[in-house]
């Protein structure tokens, strides 16, 4: 399984010996082998990747999300050298669901964004009991957006 590497802090980023290389102040702080990588996620917009370091990824099949100052996903650059990569493959999928699957998947998201609120809330000793009672009225696709 290919891994998600999330940068978060000012970096340098680069490729070494089919390693990108991630530096913080001038020293050298990790590096992961290009052909392990599935995703990278550029999370600071103080990050600076070199383009050997872009390359190489697209090469390796990684996809690299930007993200903006908000910590939002902005951009994605997804390799297109091959039309049988795993992320045409996943987008291919994903574009060709059923409305019905796709209104179940939201519902669930829904769902899900909604017990980690009540979770949050618990753990700080808010009251989560609204959110709980909304919980089982999330319909498929969400109509009334809860």
Known sequence: ???????????YLSVKHDQLVVEQNGSRVG?????DLGVLVLNNPAI????????ASQEGNVAIIFCDNGHKPISTLLPDSTANSLHTK?????????????????QSIVKEKLRNQSHL??????NHAY???????VKSGDPSNI
């Open 48 to 55: 600076v990747i070199s383009q050997q370091a872009v390359i």
């Open 1 to 11: 399984m290919k891994r998600i590497v999330e940068i978060t802090n000012k970096s």
């Open 131 to 137: 959110i709980d009672r909304l919980i089982p009225k």
């Open 31 to 35: 590096s992961v082998p290009i052909e």
């Open 90 to 106: 996943i987008l291919s999928e994903q574009i060709a669901a059923k409305q019905s699957t796709k209104d179940r998947l939201w």
């Open 121 to 126: 809330l618990t753990s700080i000793g808010g």
